[in-house]
């Protein structure tokens, strides 16, 4: 008889069984095996809201066959994820299995290797209940607020919305960023910079205005520009301070998920399911010449940067031997973890060191490659020295005018042997006075003025979120954790609450009216400190300090308040009048929002039920002449066809410029920032440039 060792995800079986060997068999649910019911709220109100789980109705065939492996075991370990979902999962199966929970049948492992894998079986566990009952508490609370709001929201604008305690809070971030670019006022200025000699030096270099009369200052509009740039020409600039150091920068913390995901998307441009699916793969195994299958990086859901001593010596060991012994610091970087985190793993990092990018180049898909790069160059650097420069700043007078020039050049090296920031800065916001190199001066020096200019500039209204910042302020605030950054900011869009413009996350109108609503009926669900409160509470439950019942219960208390006055409310969306007149009973049509978008019905509904599609023109058809509508499928997806449809068929997905193809003649449509020819034959195509290109 085997051992059974009951996992996840089907992607590291192979990997797992690997390091077991014969002795056991390893078994993968996919997941979860038993929920709350999905056509019901199931819970019981009347009995401190315990949960009414039942059997998932696609994991019977899986359940049956882990019934069927369990009996002929000798033993059964449970090696679900190492989080409260994981232990969750344990507690399920247990459940199904009919084990112990306070037996020693719980293990887990941080990384899939053979050495994590041995030290686990050598110390299995009771399940801790204490996490179970935090991620029960989650699944309520979310249950609570999602089957309790939705129905109430889809009542107040068209049928079959859904809100959720960390989706819609996630929501109000994004609006209310929008609601901020809207009322931006921008304001005036206009940077001033010199080019400057050193008499007897043909170095040019650049210095920033930055004061006048010793205060900060910032000229306003031309007629100021004009009077700054006359004293300028006029007098003569001369060094006053020269302050001469040695500054060093700092190596970046190794990688939690959400740094991870933020520089994946910032700097190898790949969207948040992009990475969540390498970030998988690389943590479950892949195929490896001579090796197998082999997990690369250890576990992928953490908001700890700690990074395990054992690991600490290996990098030593490793840099010493790469790079020499002055790349190494004197003693171990240790690095602070955010207060709010759970800190239940290390950070995310390579698990063997000797595997380096370049080794498994070429043996792997590209966006594995690099994402692996980033994490394993992230994590080298995270242990090295800082990085020294020899720095220099130089304060230059010119009348009631003080300027800023300022050098930098490298000293040592440092973390960035390995690892280059990847810094764009915006060519508008570059400060000229920034220089590598400067000629030696000293106070009290005169200068030649080369060249001085200035132009106007607007202030900018701030940036929407992408994926990687709303991910960035969502773990900023406390809003979810690790594992919900992914599946809420994916669910938004697919609730078409937002859309994206190129990389640019927006709301939809649809988005806005959800929020607005729910922020009037729901205060506390859309407050962002109530909201990271909760998750404090939830983590409170999972050390033991709270009782998970007693939280849902002080929740309840204010939310069934809610509940009650909202569900009460008339507060409906209002009918928006349209110039249509019914061709039934000749009464006004009016627009109303439905379960697929807004259509058009009679205003004397119920007496008259006619309904019609409410069309968009946005364009001529190259075909026929006849306009272009946009439509809605019957699914609720947009798509653009002809009005003269059937007898014309001309149809497409993105949305039509109103321009013919300067190629050939046909329309030219629009995906993002891409526009090309809706003529498959035609290859025509360009980009439109963002405001900030």
Not at 202 to 230: H, I, R, W, Y
Not at 289 to 312: C, H, N
Not at 463 to 479: C, D, F, H, Q
Request: net charge neutral; glycine share 6%; proline share 5%.
């Amino acid at each position: 008889m085997s051992k059974l060792v009951v996992i996840e995800g089907i992607g590291k079986r192979e990997t797992i069984q690997k390091y077991l060997g014969s002795g056991y068999e390893v078994f993968a649910t996919k997941g979860h095996v038993r929920d709350l019911p999905v056509r019901s709220l199931g819970l019981d109100m009347e009995n401190h809201f315990e949960p009414k789980y039942e059997l998932m109705a696609d994991k019977k065939d899986i359940v049956a066959k882990l019934k069927e492996k369990a009996k002929s075991s000798e033993r059964i370990y449970l090696a679900t994820d190492p989080d409260r979902e994981g232990e969750a999962i344990s507690y399920h199966i247990a459940y199904i299995l009919g084990l112990n929970n306070n037996d020693d049948i719980r293990i887990e492992f941080n990384e899939i290797s053979k050495n994590a894998i041995t030290k686990a079986l050598e110390s299995p566990r009771a399940l801790d209940l204490n996490l179970i009952n935090a991620q029960q508490a989650r699944r309520v609370l979310d249950r609570l607020v999602g089957y309790k709001v939705s129905p109430i929201i889809s009542k107040m604008i068209k049928p079959k919305l859904s809100a959720g305690r960390v989706q819609s809070v996630t929501l109000k971030l994004v609006v209310d960023r929008e609601k901020e670019i809207q009322n931006f006022k921008p304001e005036e200025y206009w940077p001033v910079s010199a080019k400057l000699q050193k008499n007897g030096d043909s170095t040019v270099f650049g210095a920033a205005l930055q004061t006048q009369n010793g205060k900060k200052f910032k000229v306003q509009n031309e007629q100021q520009k004009n009077e700054v740039l006359e004293v300028l020409k006029q007098n003569d600039f001369v060094v006053k301070a020269i302050k001469k150091s040695v500054t060093k920068s700092n190596p970046p913390a190794p990688y939690i998920t959400s740094t991870m995901q933020q520089d994946a998307l910032n700097k190898l441009g790949m969207s948040l399911k992009q990475t969540s699916a390498a970030a998988q793969t690389l943590y479950e195994g892949v195929e490896l010449k001579g090796e197998g299958k082999t997990a690369l990086i250890t576990y992928i859901r953490t908001d700890s940067v700690r990074v395990s001593p054992q690991m600490q010596e290996v990098a030593k060991k490793f840099i010493q031997e790469k790079y020499g012994n002055d790349f190494v610091p004197e003693k171990f970087n240790i690095y602070k973890t955010k207060q709010s985190a759970q800190d239940a793993h290390e950070a995310i990092r390579p698990i063997h060191l000797e595997f380096t990018p370049e080794m498994v180049k070429g043996q792997i898909e590209p966006n594995l490659y690099k994402l692996y790069k980033l994490i394993y160059e992230r994590f080298l650097a995270s242990q090295m020295k800082p990085a020294t420069y020899n720095s220099v700043s130089i304060d230059i007078d010119c009348a009631q005018y003080g300027f800023k020039a300022t050098g930098r050049t490298p000293l040592f090296e440092g973390y960035t042997k390995v690892y280059q920031e990847y810094v764009q800065k915006d060519k508008d916001d570059q400060d000229e006075s920034e220089q590598k190199l400067l000629p030696q001066m000293n106070e009290g020096e005169s200068l030649v003025l080369v060249d001085i200019k200035s132009e106007q500039k607007f202030t900018k209204p701030p940036a929407r979120y992408t994926e990687a910042s709303l991910v960035k302020i969502m773990e900023e605030k406390g809003i979810g954790r690790p594992a919900t950054y992914v599946p809420t900011i994916t669910t938004l869009d697919k609730r078409t609450y937002t859309e994206k413009e190129g990389k640019q996350i927006k709301p939809t109108e649809l988005g806005f009216l959800v929020c607005e609503k729910l922020e009037k009926h729901f205060p506390d669900i859309m407050d962002i400190s109530f909201t990271a409160k909760m998750e404090d509470a939830l983590d409170e439950i999972s050390t033991g300090k709270d009782e998970w019942h007693k939280v849902i219960e002080d929740f309840y208390v204010d939310f069934k308040k809610e509940l009650e006055e909202a569900s009460g409310s008339k507060d409906k969306i209002p009918d928006e009048p349209s110039d249509e007149i019914c061709d039934k009973c000749g009464k006004p049509m009016v627009i109303r929002m439905g379960k697929y978008g807004k259509f058009l019905a009679c205003s004397n509904y119920p007496e008259c039920k006619n309904v019609k599609n409410l069309d968009i023109v946005v364009g001529v058809c190259p075909k026929c002449g006849k306009s272009i509508l946009e439509k809605t499928s019957h699914k609720g997806n947009k798509f653009y066809g002809c009005s003269g449809y059937p007898d014309c068929d001309f149809v497409a997905w993105d949305k039509p410029q109103g321009e013919k193809c300067p190629r050939c003649n046909d329309i030219l449509l629009k995906k993002g920032q891409r526009i090309y020819c809706h003529n498959q034959n035609c290859d025509y195509v360009r980009y439109e440039k963002t405001e900030k290109e």
